[in-house]
């Protein structure tokens, strides 16, 4: 039986601004990626969003990116690996603070937005991520863009490493994801997602925006908690996965 585990990015409410239905989407992934307060999210936000993942279970993962809120963290930057390196590590030492507050454990880390998309083809940032992933906590996983530079990077530097695929973008010839500019860079449709998804969970396939197959490693499959529908889409594929025997396991 296919083993796949479902995360989504949560905690990106900042002061009044509230963005997603965080706790209603707890109730049906296994790991939750949390904004450390540069791209999104908020002291306040970052404690209730760990103790909600106490409450339910829910595998807690720093999300760090750009310090851009106004852009949402989805503009690139210009910052030198060591400027990176140094910003990540910020972010998974405040939310490491929480999670130890709140007596659990944080797992993974997963980089947000431009500079996941920036790192999954420049090696030298995606190196200065797995850096400070080392440098704070050796045990912690990077979940990354299936076939990614930063996979690369993460066996180099000898961190553990997750393969994260995308229910709700559409993939370039190259395994990169369509810029959100595009035309159909994201899916709306909850029964293709879903279709995909399962396809790449059993075969290890999913058809780029340009027609072509391309390869695909899946051990974990995302949905934006910042989509019109993240909470109809992950409950959906949270239920089309166990129709298709497919368990749904934290990585």
């Known amino acids: 039986?296919?083993?796949?585990?479902?995360?989504?990015?949560?905690?990106?409410?900042?002061?009044?601004?509230k963005m997603g239905l965080d706790?209603?989407?707890?109730?049906y992934v296994t790991s939750a990626n949390i904004a450390c307060g540069f791209h999104g999210g908020d002291p306040m936000v970052m404690e209730q969003t760990v103790a909600l993942c106490k409450k339910y279970g829910v595998r807690a993962g720093a999300h760090p990116g750009?310090?851009?809120?106004?852009?949402?963290?989805?503009?690139?930057?210009?910052?030198?690996?060591?400027?990176?390196?140094?910003?990540?590590?910020?972010?998974i030492g405040a939310l490491d603070a929480f999670c130890r507050g709140a007596g659990i454990r944080l797992c993974h880390v997963k980089p947000h937005g431009a500079l996941y998309n920036m790192a999954a083809k420049d090696y030298e940032l995606a190196k200065a991520i797995c850096q400070a992933i080392k440098e704070v906590d050796d045990s912690l996983v990077l979940l990354a863009l299936s076939n990614s530079e930063m996979l690369r990077a993460a066996k180099d530097t000898g961190v553990s490493a997750a393969s994260e695929v995308f229910a709700d973008r559409a993939y370039e010839r190259d395994g990169s994801l369509v810029p959100r500019s595009r035309r159909g860079a994201v899916i709306e449709d909850e029964e293709l997602a879903l279709k995909r998804v399962i396809r790449m969970a059993k075969e290890g396939v999913v058809e780029a925006i340009d027609g072509s197959t391309i390869s695909i490693d899946a051990d974990s499959v995302c949905v934006h908690g910042d989509g019109r529908k993240a909470l109809e889409f992950v409950k959906r594929i949270r239920e089309g996965f166990l129709e298709a025997g497919i368990e749904v396991k934290g990585f």
């Open 1 to 17: 039986m296919p083993v796949i585990d479902l995360n989504c990015d949560l905690g990106e409410s900042f002061g009044a601004y």
């Open 66 to 91: 750009f310090p851009d809120l106004a852009g949402f963290g989805r503009r690139n930057m210009s910052l030198t690996p060591s400027e990176v390196k140094t910003s990540v590590m910020y972010q």
């Open 23 to 27: 706790e209603e989407v707890l109730l």
